[in-house]
């Protein structure tokens, strides 16, 4: 099922319906049963590489390992890209890669040669520019090193660690982005001053991490964090700074708290930053909070959603909100492409006026014809991508 609802956005826009029915299936979908042997360990996955859209350039879209991967999944999140892509005008495709495995099985040994089998059933697509990758879930630099490795094509995927062709800033890019949003968001809709607003961060991966680090940074409070080891809340403000190499938040010895408790507690500005689905119908009846920034991808349900525009709380969208990633992973690839050496401050720059560019779009369009800001952005996305497949002579 489509992440977006077309009869919807056919209420909005006039799009034509032959760029629906493109949209309402993937380009490509490919799969490959990755097997290796390491050491007495014989380890197999169900991979999904999936090309939602090429209409606009090639198919962008990260890796993701985790045990609960399926090709559903992995086709939301290659739509998801097609409009985050297209919203911030990336010249990007969308496409999404999901390995089915339990990270932590993986020996760093095995997880070289997990990528490498990777390369060997897909490399075709990364060296061809079909579609470049970048980490996601439970991947990062290094793997997207070991692909570079094999590939030798510097723009063939982002992410890499900067010493061989990666960006100044990208293991920062996607937080970022969501640190610029929700500042942008703070002043113009809850007409706050940054500092000293309310925060909780649900997930404290790359994503969560450097999002309350950035905030914690211009001012803001964050009470609270989560991880899927616990949660830790402090009223007066957790010490962030102080947790830059914290990896599970069950180490320190800050205080504790219910993690399910983090959705619905009360602060002004709610980051789910780990994993899709958390926010339910349930979860969006009982939130307290004034915005809802989707730094994860797919955080928030059909039925949630609703609830959530009915109760008047303000949720900024994914494919605005966490887009920040995929700016700097262009950045990153047209470095590539060029040989040139693009700085850590360029980056942010770039990031920043896409970013702003798609924010001022989407809740200029959403005030002026009553819509939530979602449908606002998927709006914009999907007419962008149906006005590009008709230069195209597609339809
Ligand atoms: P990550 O693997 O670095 O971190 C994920 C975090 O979520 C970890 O702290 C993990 O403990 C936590 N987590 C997992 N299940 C949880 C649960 N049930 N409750 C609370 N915490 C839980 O991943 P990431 O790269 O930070 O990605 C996080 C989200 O952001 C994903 O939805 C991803 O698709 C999205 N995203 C990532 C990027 C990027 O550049 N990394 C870009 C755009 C979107």
């Known amino acids: 099922m489509s992440v977006v609802d077309f009869d919807l956005i056919s209420k909005q826009a006039n799009i034509d319906p032959a760029a629906i029915e493109l949209l309402k299936?993937?380009?490509?979908?490919?799969?490959?049963?990755?097997?290796i042997k390491c050491g007495d360990q014989v380890i197999q996955a169900d991979t999904y590489v999936v090309f939602h859209s090429i209409a606009r350039g090639p198919a962008k879209g990260g890796i993701r390992i985790a045990e609960d991967v399926s090709l559903e999944e992995t086709?939301?999140?290659?739509?998801?890209?097609?409009?985050?892509?297209?919203l911030t005008k990336l010249p990007f495709g969308g496409g999404k890669s999901g390995i089915k495995l339990n990270p932590k099985t993986l020996s760093p040994e095995a997880r070289k040669m997990i990528f490498a089998q990777y390369v060997s059933n897909f490399g075709t697509f990364l060296k061809d520019g079909t579609y470049v990758p970048a980490p996601d879930m439970n991947t990062g630099p290094a793997d997207m090193a070991t692909i570079y490795g094999l590939t030798r094509v510097k723009e063939s995927v982002t992410g890499k660690?900067?010493?061989?062709?990666?960006?100044?800033?990208?293991?920062?890019?996607?937080?970022?982005?969501?640190?610029?949003?929700?500042?942008?968001?703070?002043?113009?809709?809850?007409?706050?001053?940054?500092?000293?607003?309310?925060?909780?961060?649900?997930?404290?991966?790359?994503?969560?991490?450097?999002t309350a680090r950035l905030l914690h940074q211009a001012g803001a409070k964050i009470v609270a964090l989560s991880d899927e080891t616990g949660a830790v809340y402090m009223d007066e403000g957790l010490p962030v700074d102080e947790l830059a190499d914290v990896r599970l938040l069950s180490e320190t010895s800050l205080p504790a708290m219910d993690s399910n408790d983090i959705m619905t507690m009360p602060v002004d500005v709610f980051i789910p930053a780990a994993i899709n689905?958390?926010?339910?119908?349930?979860?969006?009846?009982?939130?307290?909070?004034?915005?809802?920034?989707?730094?994860?991808?797919?955080?928030?349900?059909?039925?949630?959603?609703?609830?959530?525009?009915?109760?008047?709380?303000?949720?900024?969208?994914?494919?605005?909100?966490?887009?920040?990633?995929?700016?700097?992973?262009y950045v990153e690839w047209k470095q590539g492409r060029s040989g040139s050496v693009i700085t850590k401050s360029e980056t942010y720059h770039t990031i920043e006026s896409h970013l702003v560019g798609a924010y001022e779009s989407v809740v200029t369009l959403a005030h002026h014809t009553g819509i939530s800001n979602r449908l606002a952005a998927q709006?914009?996305?999907v007419n962008e991508v149906a006005d590009s497949m008709r230069d195209l002579g597609w339809i």
């Not at 086709?75 to 297209?86: D, G, I, Q, S, V």
């Not at 800033?169 to 942008?184: L, N």
């Not at 797919?298 to 700016?327: E, M, Q, S």
Request: charged share 20%.
């Open 25 to 35: 299936k993937s380009n490509q979908e490919h799969y490959a049963n990755l097997n």
């Open 75 to 86: 086709r939301r999140l290659a739509e998801l890209m097609t409009y985050k892509c297209a």
């Open 161 to 210: 660690p900067p010493r061989i062709g990666g960006l100044q800033g990208r293991d920062e890019a996607t937080g970022y982005g969501v640190a610029c949003i929700v500042k942008r968001a703070v002043d113009g809709i809850l007409k706050q001053d940054i500092k000293g607003v309310t925060v909780a961060v649900q997930g404290f991966g790359n994503v969560g991490k450097w």
């Open 379 to 381: 709006v914009i996305a």
């Open 277 to 329: 689905g958390v926010i339910t119908g349930d979860i969006a009846t009982k939130t307290k909070a004034r915005l809802i920034v989707e730094a994860a991808n797919d955080p928030t349900t059909a039925d949630a959603d609703k609830v959530l525009f009915d109760r008047g709380i303000c949720v900024l969208p994914d494919i605005l909100a966490n887009a920040g990633g995929v700016i700097g992973s």
